[in-house]
């Protein structure tokens, strides 16, 4: 149980939310539009004409939450993320929520035939809001006329039994560059946990938030994503399906969070995604994304969490899981369900490289399940290596070939059935010492000191996001990088002045291992702005600003479960005001060595990286760096560099001890 993250959820939930100087100055229209709105009991009991309880209803946790309202710029005005138009029920709804409150109670009372968004009732296209309205306005709010719902009962039927909820974690996916940082989605479950009925789960649904980005990839993916060009709606799905998209199609391992939400927390939740059908919110991807609006509907379920206020800028999956755990607890420790990738690999490993390689010629059809070569193997391997072939059909089977693939998957059942072996003989995959939400913050600051060509120099570097090599790899992708927006300030007592030494844009890095199942392929790619020492005009060498775009494909090799070595194959382009031309273009290569696992203090990467630039100003570079961390604390490090550079025809050393503070 992690109750002791709830810690700090009652004082979160005590901060209040000050009324807008503009909604007193309107509070007589105000009052007069409610009253008028909603005659009889409710204007009789005074419960919401009172001047006092009017505001308060409107600016209530509750109805902020069920409208998906933020404050604009500098805490003024409110404007909703929903951006479709029959979501809100008063004109200026999406910015108004006093206005809303009054046409939505307005609304509450038309007569049955009345019809709003999807053709239905407002009672029923708006459950979540009448369920509590019904609760805050006390006795007038019982007093309200009831529509019968036909189309949510259905619905609600459709749904089955909930017990719970839980926030599921797909870890990140490098081979999309919407998924790079992971993604996070709600599963409506079944059965409390720990009970006999625990997995049926599967035949649960899960509460998605996607966008709907069509063919588009490339550039033009980028931009559009950037831009919130896309619209993102929320949808269900059976959760067997998104495990088969996460888990098998992408190779994904998935944590499973269950949430300790009450029957009544749960209950608004699910009315809330009913309310939320086809409801268009214009989609980003660094902060208004899939996470994001996630913490929408916590909020709803529990008002008062105010867990999107803790995301500006952006809003990176593996973060939104820390701060729902940081606010609510837990019902039972996650689950974590390894993907088949991950499944295939640690049977893989229990068996001969010569059984390996006859699995894989299995799964592709080179030999037949009663091949002579298999009667070698023990009835216990024998019966593994057939259950490892089956595995990479199923992982590597498409829509369209399922058909085709169904005999071989069949064959290789049956020839596992034939030796006698009863049981999986391999132990299963082997759970992750590290879960997502105990890895390292993504933010981090890290300071220090060196020496660059005989000149002391300290530094200051920072950067918002997400992971690199050298951080510890607990709860993140084994041999992904991803750093955005990573900042270096220097200050060289000689002269005394503070100078920007790096600037890098982005820089994403995926080493993937290849072996005799897999064979996938590493790559990188860089942009940014960086100090380097180059020839000056009048002679000699100084520092001065390089922009450069680099990139590559390659190989990487596990060694073990601590250590990758890399190998690839790049093209550079750079241009700094020293080049003459202002260009240089050319291929390149590098090569490492990174050691150290989850569990290790120490993590260490020794690479090394040549350059040749014969278009435009011609020149060749060479790096040649040894990095090591000590981790110190969760969230604190020691680190050591000392690397040797060549460029221009000439060569110089850097060595640097630097305090690495994850935040």
Same mark, same amino acid.
């Given at each position: ?37 909603? /005659? ?39 404007? &909703? ?21 009054? =046409? ?5 009372? =038309? ?15 708006? /459950?979540?809001?009448?369920?509590? $309205? ?27 039994? *909930? ?5 599921? +974690?797909?870890?990140? +996916? ?371 600003? +390089?922009?450069?775009? &680099? ?32 260009? =240089? *273009? ?19 990467? $020794? ?18 760096? +040894? ?37």
């Amino acid at each position: 149980m992690r109750t002791s993250r709830a810690t700090r959820a009652a004082e979160r939930r005590g901060r209040g939310r000050s009324v807008a100087p503009a909604l007193f100055a309107s509070l007589g229209t105000l009052v007069a539009l409610i009253a008028c709105a909603v /005659p009889g009991p409710l204007g009789a009991t005074g419960h919401a004409t009172d001047a006092t309880s009017v505001p308060a209803l409107a600016q209530a946790p509750e109805w902020i939450a069920l409208g998906h309202w933020r404050r604009g710029p500098a805490g003024r005005g409110w404007e &909703s993320l929903a951006d479709q138009p029959d979501f809100f029920l008063a004109p200026d709804g999406k910015h108004d929520p006093a206005a809303e409150l009054a =046409a939505t109670l307005a609304a509450f009372r =038309a007569p049955p035939e009345t019809r709003v968004r999807l053709d239905l009732h407002p009672q029923c296209a708006f /459950p979540a809001r009448f369920a509590w $309205l019904v609760q805050a306005l006390g006795d007038a709010g019982r007093d309200l006329p009831r529509v019968p719902c036909p189309t949510l009962a259905a619905w609600r039927s459709d749904l089955g039994p *909930v017990a719970g909820v839980s926030l599921i +974690f797909p870890e990140a +996916f490098m081979n999309n560059p919407a998924s790079m940082f992971g993604h996070t989605l709600l599963r409506l479950d079944r059965a409390p946990p720990d009970t006999a009925e625990d997995r049926r789960d599967l035949l649960a649904y899960a509460v998605n938030f996607a966008a709907d980005t069509g063919d588009d990839g490339g550039a033009l993916f980028a931009a559009k994503g950037l831009t919130g060009v896309y619209p993102g709606t929320f949808s269900l799905w059976p959760y067997y399906e998104k495990v088969r998209q996460y888990g098998d199609w992408e190779s994904r391992d998935i944590w499973e969070y269950r949430l300790a939400l009450t029957p009544d927390e749960i209950e608004r939740l699910l009315l809330h995604v009913f309310e939320l059908r086809q409801v268009r919110f214009d989609y980003f991807f660094f902060d208004e994304n899939c996470s994001y609006q996630l913490l929408g509907l916590l909020e709803v379920a529990r008002p008062g969490l105010a867990l999107r206020d803790r995301f500006h800028g952006w809003a990176i999956p593996a973060d939104t899981v820390r701060a729902v755990l940081d606010e609510t607890s837990l019902a039972a420790e996650p689950d974590w369900r390894p993907s088949a990738a991950t499944r295939i690999a640690a049977r893989a490993r229990t068996l001969p490289p010569r059984a390996r390689r006859l699995a894989g010629e299995l799964a592709a059809g080179g030999i037949a399940p009663d091949d002579p070569a298999l009667a070698s193997f023990p009835d216990t391997e024998r019966a593994s290596l057939l259950l490892l072939a089956y595995d990479l059909v199923r992982l590597r089977a498409k829509a369209e070939t399922a058909d085709a693939d169904r005999p071989r998957s069949l064959a290789l059942l049956r020839a596992r059935q034939r030796t006698g072996v009863r049981g999986d003989p391999a132990p299963g995959a082997r759970r992750p010492a590290v879960s997502p939400d105990a890895g390292h913050r993504p933010a981090r600051v890290r300071i220090g000191a060196g020496v660059r060509d005989e000149r002391a120099f300290l530094e200051l570097r920072a950067r918002p996001a997400f992971h690199d090599l050298l951080d510890p790899p607990g709860g993140y992708l084994r041999g992904a990088e991803i750093d955005f927006l990573d900042v270096a300030l220097r200050l060289y007592p000689g002269h005394g002045d503070v100078d920007l030494h790096a600037l890098t844009l982005l820089e994403i890095v995926s080493l993937a291992p290849r072996d005799a199942l897999f064979r996938p392929i590493s790559w990188r790619v860089r942009t940014g702005l960086t100090s380097r020492l180059a020839p000056r005009a009048n002679g000699g060498f100084g520092d001065a600003w +390089f922009w450069d775009l &680099s990139g590559g494909a390659g190989l990487t090799a596990a060694l073990g479960d601590r250590a990758l070595a890399y190998a690839f194959a790049e093209a550079q382009a750079e241009t700094s005001p020293r080049l003459s031309p202002a260009v =240089a *273009v050319g291929p390149g290569a590098s090569a490492g060595l990174l050691v150290g696992g989850a569990e290790d203090r120490w993590r260490t990467h $020794l690479r090394a990286r040549a350059v040749h630039l014969p278009l435009g100003d011609a020149h060749s570079a060479f790096t040649l760096a +040894f990095e090591q961390t000590l981790r110190l604390g969760p969230d604190l490090a020691l680190e050591l560099r000392l690397a040797g550079e060549r460029d221009f025809g000439r060569s110089w050393l850097e060595t640097g001890v630097f305090l690495r503070r994850w935040f």
